[in-house]
């Protein structure tokens, strides 16, 4: 998922996106761990959007904080 594409959705729907993309990473992580996953590259990507998403979400956040002042 691109970044532009994370940035459209609200404060829940991206909280909703990051317990999604941890479950998946976690689940993945596991087949990783008892060799049962084929495509590993897969744990790279989502690692990727997991970080872009709570990029996004700091961002907000630190734009809440800095408009509250």
Do not use: C, H, P, Y
């Not at 993309?21 to 087949?31: C, I, K, N, V, Y």
């Not at 060799?35 to 956040?61: C, N, Q, Y």
């Amino acid at each position: 998922m691109k970044a532009s594409q994370i940035r459209d959705l609200d404060e829940k729907e991206l909280a909703k996106r990051v317990a999604e993309l941890r479950q998946e990473l976690f689940g993945l992580r596991f087949s990783n761990a008892t060799g049962e996953l084929d495509d590993t590259a897969a744990l790279s990507r989502i690692k990727r959007d997991l970080a872009r998403t709570l990029t996004v979400e700091r961002e907000r956040s630190i734009a809440a904080e800095f408009k509250q002042t």
